[in-house]
């Protein structure tokens, strides 16, 4: 495969600025349309670190891997030159085949040409970067054709600080006929990644159907997480009823931000995509989502917020360890 190539930032258009709140960036139309309970409710002060800015993306994803990476180093640019300081991006950023032959093919190792484009996106544009789920080959490939479904966290310098491994493959039966088994060609993890540290704070990572696994995300928290991330590819038959009220429901239980980055539309024939993407705080609240199509959307993180929910409700200390396993 030939290298991937990327933009550079004069290319790409100065678009969908957003607009600004007291407590946080919104994006797009949406602005007019996010309500929140005022910070001076829930306290007052300023600690540790400053309040940054993070971005969750939106796109749909096809098997065409130079259109995807086109996609997300556009993004990319955008989240910068806006001032965000990590992007997320969602599950399948690599790209979205129409079988499991397919996505076996065109799957590469974390030291192939598509890590190598998206490290070079993080160098230009000095943002951190989620990539919520790539196709990395397993270790016997070669014979058996499985891959993992791998979220991987590049630091500003383009460097891998951190792989996670999904654990919870999603094989379901869903309402009108569909039928899915990635267990058939994706082979799962085996261990929780150690929250990352990064400039917005501790993120812990999961990959999509592990958002219906509340003791992944309780653990993430006791692990330090201030940041929980869920990039997905959420089908048009589950994404309306659960998508939005598994996110809060998340970030209420642990009292930590949630940043779901999404994919959106139609793939190919066999596959498409609820979208929503969104970023919700420790109180459960929408503090940004995207639009239509490929977009991305911005929010402010404020240290203080995070404190002030764990302060006012203490449910890590409330845990009843003695019947809690």
Known sequence: MQALKTSKMSEWPKRNKGRVCKDRVVSGDDASETTYQNEDSMGSGREGRQATLVAAAQMTSTLDKYHNMAICDRM??????????????????DFIGSSAAESSFHAEDLDGELMKAFSKIARETGLWLSLGGIHERGPNWKIDKRYYNSHVILNSDGQLVSVYRKLHL???????????????????????????????????????????????????????????????????????????????ARAIETQCWVVGA??????????????????????????ARC?????????????????????????????????DS
């Not at 990319?76 to 950023?93: I, N, S, T, V, W």
């Not at 999961?206 to 653990?219: E, G, I, M, Q, T």
Request: proline content about 7%; glycine content about 8%; overall charge neutral.
């Open 262 to 287: 999404a994919q959106i539309g139609r793939h190919n024939p066999c596959r498409a995509s609820y979208g929503d993407a969104l970023i919700a705080d420790p109180w459960g609240r929408v503090i």
């Open 170 to 248: 999603f094989d379901a039966d869903l309402p009108g006929g569909e039928s899915l088994r990635e267990s058939e060609f994706t082979l799962p993890g085996k261990s929780i990644t150690d929250p990352v540290s990064t400039p917005l704070g501790k993120v812990g990572l999961a990959v999509c159907y592990d958002l219906r696994f509340p003791h992944l995300s309780w653990k993430l928290r006791e692990m330090g997480a201030e940041i929980l991330t869920f990039p997905a590819a959420f089908s048009t038959t589950t994404g309306p009823a659960h998508w939005e009220v598994l996110l809060r």
């Open 291 to 323: 639009g239509d199509g490929d977009d991305i959307c911005i929010a402010e993180l404020r240290p203080e917020t995070l404190h002030r929910v764990r302060r006012g409700m203490l449910v890590l200390q409330h845990q009843r360890k003695d019947i």
């Open 76 to 93: 990319a640019r955008r989240a910068a030159h806006r001032g965000a300081l990590m992007l997320f991006l969602p599950e399948c950023c």
